[in-house]
T-cell receptor, first 111, second 115 residues
Framework: KQEVTQIPAALSVPEGENLVLNCSFT??????LQWFRQDPGKGLTSLLLIQSSQREQTSGRLNASLDKSSGRSTLYIAASQPGDSATYLC??????????FGGGTRLMVKP | EPEVTQTPSHQVTQMGQEVILRCVPI?????FYWYRQILGQKVEFLVS????????KSEIFDDQFSVERPDGSNFTLKIRSTKLEDSAMYFC?????????????FGPGTRLTVT
């Protein structure tokens, strides 16, 4: 059974810092991996999708990497801003098209 | 930009009652999903739906749950006899197709409170 773990569970940084969020998964038989943002009490906003054959995807200040063989992905956020404060979720898409989610990293960026 | 919509945003019901949660997926999407998130816990997959039938379901999706696409736009989740432990945020999602390329887009969720 696929298990997804995110470290750290919470992170507080000053504005302007670059930061890395980590995601690991136990079964490398994945279609793709998605990173989401969730604001308190809100839905999930898709940030990036990395296909299983890709190593990296970039969108603005976000860069996500995938090492399928080792079961790891990272989300790099450059020049963090207070508006980046949210919970970041990674989810792996396995055959059957079901997403398995990690527990999230709660990010606070202080002005 | 097209988005997934869900109604109602919050539903309060008494234990044992039936509830129907509604979703309108993105119009050209072919795969539809329901997930739930109990407060403080991970988002969990419930069911996927394609070509008018269930393609995958989790252990959570027991006989109390059913899904339906009653017309060309709506996708519903019915819980037949709600329990206290069904209290959660329920998210609908859709994707253009399945497989490696297409991401799933989520709606804003329906918060279900069972009293």
């Amino acid at each position: 059974k696929q298990e997804v773990t995110q470290i750290p569970a919470a992170l507080s940084v000053p504005e302007g810092e670059n930061l890395v969020l980590n995601c690991s998964f136990t079964d490398s038989a994945i279609y793709n991996l998605q990173w989401f943002r969730q604001d308190p009490g809100k839905g999930l906003t898709s940030l990036l999708l990395i296909q299983s054959s890709q190593r990296e995807q970039t969108s603005g200040r976000l860069n996500a990497s995938l090492d399928k063989s080792s079961g790891r992905s990272t989300l790099y956020i450059a020049a963090s801003q207070p508006g980046d404060s949210a919970t970041y979720l990674c989810a792996v898409n396995t055959p059957g098209n079901m997403l398995t989610f990690g527990g999230g990293t709660r990010l606070m960026v202080k002005p | 930009e097209p988005e997934v919509t869900q109604t109602p945003s919050h539903q309060v019901t008494q234990m044992g009652q039936e509830v129907i949660l509604r979703c309108v997926p993105i119009s050209n999407h072919l795969y539809f999903y329901w997930y739930r998130q109990i407060l403080g816990q991970k988002v969990e997959f419930l069911v996927s739906f394609y070509n008018n039938e269930i393609s995958e379901k989790s252990e959570i999706f027991d006989d109390q749950f059913s899904v339906e696409r009653p017309d060309g736009s709506n996708f519903t989740l019915k819980i037949r006899s709600t329990k206290l432990e069904d209290s959660a945020m329920y998210f609908c999602a859709s994707s253009r197709t399945g497989g490696i390329t297409y991401e799933q887009y989520f709606g804003p969720g329906t918060r279900l409170t069972v009293t």
